[in-house]
């Protein structure tokens, strides 16, 4: 029974990354080229004050602060950095940095990609916000009087509101957007930020960081195989054989031990 439940909080969690992988073909494909910014503040800010609105709670305390440096870490630079990172980069390539694992080589690794420094850059500095992100939110836990709901709401609207003067200032406003660009930013505030995060935050509480690290990959792999159905991307036998060991990765980073220990305490 313990194992199922580990097992169904790893799945649900997994749909996290799974999504966050398809902010690639997103940003580059269907969003206004060259406003990372825009992209990141339209994404999440609507998406925390509609939680908030729904909650209606108020942190206390310290937690003014603390949620401040996750919604910085978690949402603004997370974001702003997975958009460059997706605009200098193929979106494999862009995610499997995010991920900052050295199973890069596995699978992206093929003579038609050439890497830009920028973007790596970006993937890298990404990579270590949500790291730290990760971490932090693990360590302080939730406060009792927010609801998860409210806690993902707070981080997205304090992360938007950092983002928002910064984007109108060095991007504006796009001068007309079509119905596709509508449709894009509205699946990254819904999708892309309110369920994804609310299950992210929720796997953070329920599982060990070493699980919560390896469903990072699934981004990597998502992005991928939507380059691939979508746009045409090669996916090497190489690459296939990374996209095998990311999901062997996942499935042993597991933590079975403990359920056994769980299991045989009970007996």
Not at 45 to 74: D, F, Q, Y
Not at 173 to 184: A, C, E, H, R, S
């Amino acid at each position: 029974m313990q194992e199922t439940r580990i097992l169904s909080n790893i799945l649900l969690t997994a749909l996290a990354p799974i999504v966050w992988g398809s902010t690639y073909i997103v940003a580059t494909e269907i969003l206004p080229p060259n406003m990372p910014l825009l992209a990141s503040t339209v994404r999440a800010l609507p998406a925390g004050i509609i939680l908030l609105l729904i909650c209606r709670t108020v942190p206390k305390g310290v937690w003014w602060l603390r949620l401040t440096v996750l919604g910085l870490l978690n949402i603004s630079a997370f974001f702003y950095f997975l958009f460059v990172a997706a605009g200098y980069l193929p979106g494999g390539t862009a995610s499997l940095i995010m991920s900052c694992q050295p199973v890069i080589a596995l699978l992206v690794m093929n003579s038609v990609t050439s890497l830009n420094w920028q973007g790596v850059i970006a993937g890298f500095a990404g990579c270590s916000c949500m790291a730290l992100g990760v971490v932090l939110t693990k360590y302080w836990n939730r406060p009792a009087n927010l609801s998860l709901l409210s806690f993902t709401g707070w981080q997205l609207t304090l992360g938007g509101l950092m983002l928002l003067p910064i984007a109108i200032y060095t991007e504006g406003v796009p001068q007309q957007l079509t119905p596709t660009n509508i449709i894009g930013y509205g699946y990254l505030c819904l999708i892309g930020a309110i369920f994804s995060y609310i299950i992210w935050f929720r796997g953070i509480e329920k599982l060990p960081v070493v699980s919560i690290s390896f469903l990072g990959f699934l981004s990597a792999l998502s992005a991928c195989v939507l380059g691939f159905v979508f746009l045409k991307q090669t996916f090497s036998l190489l690459q296939f054989f990374g996209a095998c060991t990311i999901i062997v990765s996942v499935w042993l980073s597991i933590p079975r031990n403990q359920t056994q220990k769980s299991n045989n305490s009970t007996i």
